[in-house]
């Protein structure tokens, strides 16, 4: 059964790096066939997916346009888990994180989400 | 880049009826398509992929169809735990795309 448990700090200051980590059992991040994906869902945003790392040849990421420049996805084999962070957060990233995955075209498993509040 | 348009925004529907909720796209996405539930406080949760294919353990009254630009996720008899967001995804081509959603409300 696959499983996927996020970690990571509810609250993030303004200006300051936002980093939440999705652990993964019952299935490999090293499978070609597979991406792991990271989303938030806000009131004023909907869900809207944020971006992935898959592997390769090496390890390859894509990223939303908008938040493209301020984002890192980083997978850790050793671990079996892979990364989001996020730079210069604002108010505006204030949303409840979802790591996924996504396989076949459609994202079968997901992560209990984690809330983010950026403030001071 | 393909937009996914659902409609309605919001659906009101009573315990035991039918629900039926539009997703079309903005150009072919073939089955490419996908469903998904999302209940408040909870993950997202896949009901259709392939357009019509049901994921696993999901209820039987839940149903997809369509194919190209216009697909329908369908709820036979609507029950309380189905007051939700729905949300269509097309994997067709990239960039992949989500609709806006739908909202299940219970009347």
New interface residues.
Partial sequence: QVQLQQSGPGLVKPSQTLSLTCAISGDSISRNDTAWSW?R?SPSR????LGWTYSGSTYYN?Y?VSVKSRMTIKPDTSKKQFSLQLNSVTPEDTAIY?C?RAR?????Y????TLVTVSS | EIVLTQSPATLSVSPGERATLSCRASQSVSRNLAWYQHRPGQAPRLVIYDASTRATGIPARFSGSGSGTEFTLTISSLQSEDLAVYYCQQSNAWPWAFGQGTKVEIK
Avoid: S
């Fill in positions: 989303f869902q909907g869900l809207e997916w894509d939303v979802y996924a076949g075209g459609n994202f079968a997901w992560g209990q989400g």
